[in-house]
Structure formats: C-alpha cells, structure tokens
C-alpha cells in the first residue's frame, strides 16, 4: 500500500492565491484606510460576483450565517419554515435567531435536497417560507418547489453556501428562490477568509437588504430597521477580487480528483457514488460516498481506518440537525418522519477534495477503501 508522510490529509483546504499577489491590495487598504463600509473593494467585488455569477443583485457580509439570518429578517418572515435536517447547522440555527420554528421535510435519496413530494403535508396555517439546501451543490427541483410556494403564498430562501457558480438549465441557479445565500468561508470552493452574500431579485430588496446588514441605516440619521453589523471589510473583499482571478482554475483542478475518484472507487462493492444531474454544471466542492450494508467495513469503521492513516473525511452530515437538542423535541424531528435522512446520515462519507490534493494522497485513500474488498 502507498505510504505518505505523518502528515494529516483534511477532507478539504482553501485554495491560496500567490502571496506577493494580495500585497498590492494590502498596500491600496493601508493608503486610502478605507477597511469597511462599502469601501472601493467592496463595490468592485459585488459588481464582479454579478457578472461572474449571473445575476443582478448582490450584496456582500461578513460570513454566510449572518447573511442567513438577515435573509430572513428582509422578507420579514415569521412563523414556521420548513427546512432539511440534512445540512450543516447554521441552516436551522438562522430559524432559531429569528424566533422562528423549522419544520423538518425528509430528503430525496438520489441528491440529499428537500424531497418537494413531502413538503405539501408539512404546510400549516402557520407556514411562512420555505428554506431548501442545495445540498453539495445538487441543484433542488426548483420548479416543483416554486410551484408549491405560489400555490400557497410561501417565500423561499435557498440556502445555497455549497453553489457557487452552478448554473442549471443554462443559467445561474441563485436566480431561483425568492433569495439565495451563499458562504465565502475558507473551506468553500470560492473563499474571501470568511464571507457571504445574499442574491436578490430586484434593486429595492437590496436595498432592505444592505440597510439590514448596516444596522438599518439608510442614510446618517435615519435608521428604518433593528439591523445587525453584517458587513464584509475590505480585506475579505480584496481577498476575493484576487480569488475570483483563479476560481476557474482551483474548479478546475478539483474536477480532476473527482474524476479519479468515480474511476477508481465507482464499481467497488458496497460504495456508491452518487449521480450527477444532467442539467446543471458542478463546482466538485463535495465528494461524498455511501458506505453499503453489502461493504465489509460500517461508515464508522471505514471513517476510523482513515484517519488511523491521516485521512480526515468527515460524516456531512451526521448526526442529522433534527437530532441536535435544540431541535430534537420538535414533532417533525421524529426519526419515523424522517427515515431517507437518518438512511443517508448514517452512509455518507465525504472524501478529501481540494485543488492541492496530490495524486499520491488521492491514491492512498482509494487503496484504504478498496483494500478491505
């Protein structure tokens, strides 16, 4: 079996641009001292993730969880909002910040996303929105979805922190949803250290949008809303004008490790690789794997063999956010609600994946899970 030095192999880690690249930003900040509020970087960077990403609206925070929750205070919603338990958490905590209660829908099998054929039966009177995952940039049906929530006068807020720059049908996937919100954070395909953003639709919800995340100012002394500090500084900015320069290549270069991946792991007994859509593009921000009853090892014997060996994949996500104990006294967090979700907790595995993963470490973990066959 290949061997590779103690060090330890993450399941993902940020690509870093050229250093002697970012010190001329660095120099431009410390000559103007412009370091946030809408600096010159700012601005330039909301208009290049427009054009990049193919929209028409965007605005920029400090990180996706608060850009999360101020989605949900600009549509001003309330009640309940049903959501996945199959995410990372911030997902639902957003909910919980904005004194709203989620309503657990189990997902589809084939792509982890909110399966749209249970969501009818979770609606209530009290029913506001509508908060789906783009669970490892799988695209949602965005059109059963949409059709739900016209039909019942919902909102819908796409957390979508894994799809940046996914186009489905030909154009931008954020384009769906009432608002989308993405994460900048460092383990993110595109990052800005920390970051997010929030899509909108239209220039006045922006607006709202961009008050909010200043505290509600909308000019020196007129405050319109209880808003928060949101705001992305002209670090993160400038780190992410320098990124969006080699996006393309660090997609790139992860789409090469995926690749090796379904040609090396697909037709081993008890691992299942799971299918791409055929109508949208992939950023190859996830590899993750189901680990079969039929496989020699549990998921949790084939997680431990890794990391005895350096390899730290990780169990996205597990345990389910319903099983957390600020949620699990919810009725739609009972496990019979929710089986596909606690089947795919209890499987997946996510596999290193990033630009800089040598093909020697890729090697050595296909030969960790093929070798106990």
């Known amino acids: 079996m290949p061997t590779l030095p103690n060090n330890s192999i993450p399941v993902t880690q940020p690509f870093l641009p050229p250093l002697e690249e970012f010190i001329p930003y660095l120099e431009h900040i410390w000559e103007n001292r412009w370091l946030t509020n809408n600096g010159p970087f700012h601005q330039q960077l909301e208009e290049a993730l427009c054009v990049y990403l193919g929209v028409q ?6 990180n996706g969880t608060i850009a999360l929750v101020t989605a949900l205070q600009a549509l001003r919603i309330t009640g309940e909002v049903i959501t996945t338990p199959y995410s990372f958490v ?4 957003s909910l919980l910040w904005n004194n709203l209660k989620p309503v657990f829908v189990d997902i589809d099998p084939q792509n982890f996303n909110l399966d749209p054929a249970r969501i009818e039966a979770a609606i209530t009177p009290h029913t506001t929105a509508i908060m789906p995952v783009h669970c490892y940039a799988n695209p949602c049906d965005v059109e059963t979805i949409q059709r739900i929530a016209d039909n019942y006068g919902l909102r819908i807020i796409y ?25 900048f954070h460092a383990t993110k395909v595109f990052n ?3 970051g997010g953003a929030i899509i909108s639709q239209d220039a006045k919800t922006k607006q709202r949008i961009d008050y909010l995340k200043n505290f509600g100012f909308a000019d020196e002394v007129t405050i319109t809303a209880p808003g928060i500090n949101g705001k992305m500084s002209e670090f993160q900015a400038a780190f992410g004008l320098l990124q969006l320069k080699y996006v393309n290549e660090a997609i790139a270069l992860r789409k090469k490790i995926d690749d090796q991946y379904r040609i090396h792991l697909g037709k081993v007994p008890g691992i299942t690789v799971p299918i791409q859509s055929n109508y ?3 950023n190859y921000s996830y590899f993750p794997i189901l680990v ?19 390899i730290l994949a990780r169990r996205y996500f597990y345990p389910l956010i319903s099983e ?18 606690h089947q795919m907790a209890n499987k997946v ?25």
Not at 57 to 62: D, K, N, Q, R, V
Not at 176 to 183: A, E, F, K, N, Q
Not at 292 to 310: F, H, S, V
């Open 57 to 62: 609206h965007i605005s920029l925070f400090t």
């Open 90 to 93: 911030a997902t639902s905590h």
């Open 159 to 183: 957390d979508a922190a894994h799809a940046f720059s996914i186009n489905y049908k030909d154009q931008s996937l954020l384009r769906h949803g009432d608002l989308s919100v993405l994460s």
């Open 192 to 194: 800005t250290f920390e």
């Open 280 to 282: 949208a593009t992939r």
């Open 292 to 310: 079969e009853e039929n496989y020699p090892l549990t998921r949790d014997e084939l997680y431990e063999k890794l990391r005895q060996n350096n």
């Open 324 to 341: 957390m104990p600020m949620y699990r006294g919810l009725a739609s967090s009972k496990s019979d609600n929710l089986p596909i979700a």
């Open 349 to 373: 595995l996510c596999l290193p994946i990033y630009a800089e993963l040598s093909k020697a470490e890729q090697a050595l973990i296909c030969e960790i899970i093929r070798s106990v066959i």
